[in-house]
């Protein structure tokens, strides 16, 4: 699915955009300001909000939507940051159009152990992080649910991009269960749908409280035609030989019809971490305020399914 903002439209969100920069305590993790985004997500083009709304309802097959022409401007975009954990606390344009546009979505999240609890993350590559298996890496990153070792993983995930890969490499790759599973037989997809797996928290979480041995669940659930998905292809384990073979033949259809997503800087895509994949090609950074720069959001849909995680009623789930 895709919407491309016309000139008008466009007009529109830099307006809304600008309009909440400027809202003091101009903080994206500050309370009040999120509460001005909320209200001003609600005055997004109607165009947007009917596409975000039938995404939300049924994702189609490829379980992703791509919004084109928000007004993100490279000429006044400070250089790429460069460190690791990077976030964008500070209430900037970018960070203000992810906000918005997430907010159509469902409510904003973040984990405590990961990028310090920000809702609006950067993705960005970081100097000897290269080989790592994370969003500050560079060789490929394997195909992923975010954060699938956690009870409340998020239902979507955005990335807005700001500045694209000079090279013109490094695509986002996404999947979908739905197109993967017809090329899957029978006996995978029952093995899929048992609790023959166990998935570890990535490297970006300081594991702590998530220590214990990971239960072993299942990779498809739900309607066998139509499943949700759980596997980090990383972080993920069959816990037997049958199941290994079963995982890796996913691990293929996966690959078969996966796409490569080069965004353009001002387009963004939100992910389905329900029926969607992701990760990333592998790319060659300068580390020198030009590489790929991306601000990555969370959504769940459902604030009082995730109540328990989240102390104090706030964003950001334990
Ligand atoms: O860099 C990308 O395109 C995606 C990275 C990723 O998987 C993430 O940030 O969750
Ligand atoms: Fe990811």
Redesign the pocket.
């Known amino acids: 699915m895709r919407c491309d903002l016309t000139g008008q439209e466009r007009a529109v969100m830099e307006d809304l955009a600008g309009r909440l920069a400027k809202t003091p305590p101009g903080l994206v993790d500050d309370p009040e300001w999120l509460e001005e985004a909320r209200a001003l997500c609600c005055h997004l083009p109607v165009r947007l909000l009917e596409t975000v709304r039938r995404y939300r309802h049924d994702p189609g097959p490829e379980g992703v939507l791509v919004i084109g022409n928000l007004p993100v401007d490279t000429a006044t975009l400070p250089p790429t940051p460069t460190v690791p954990g990077s976030v964008e606390r500070t209430a900037t344009v970018p960070a203000s159009l992810a906000v918005l546009v997430t907010l159509t979505l469902g409510e904003l999240v973040a984990y405590r152990e990961e990028k310090s609890g920000a809702l609006v993350q950067n993705v960005v590559p970081v100097l000897g992080r290269e080989s790592s298996q994370s969003?500050a890496g560079s060789v490929p990153l394997e195909m992923?649910v975010?954060n699938a070792f956690h009870p409340h993983r998020p239902d979507y995930?955005g990335l807005l991009s700001l500045r694209h890969d000079q090279d013109g490499t490094g695509g986002t790759i996404t999947s979908s269960i739905r197109e993967a599973l017809p090329l899957l037989s029978d006996h995978d997809r029952d093995v899929l749908g048992r609790p023959r797996f166990a998935t570890e928290p990535p490297p970006s979480f300081q594991a702590s409280s998530h220590d214990a041995a990971p239960a072993g669940h299942p990779l498809l659930d739900g309607d066998p035609g139509d499943p949700n998905l759980k596997v980090d292809f990383f972080a993920t384990t069959a816990l037997d030989a049958e199941a290994a073979q079963a995982m890796s033949r996913l691990r293929t259809a996966f690959l078969e019809t996966s796409r490569e997503l080069m965004l353009a800087s001002g387009e963004m895509v939100l992910v389905d971490n329900r029926v969607v994949i992701?990760g990333r090609a592998s790319f060659t950074p300068r580390y020198d305020g030009h590489d790929r720069w991306l601000h990555r959001t969370f959504v769940s849909l459902d604030n009082r399914r995730t109540r328990a995680h989240r102390p104090g009623n706030g964003p950001v789930m334990n």
């Open positions: 969003n992923h975010e995930v992701h």
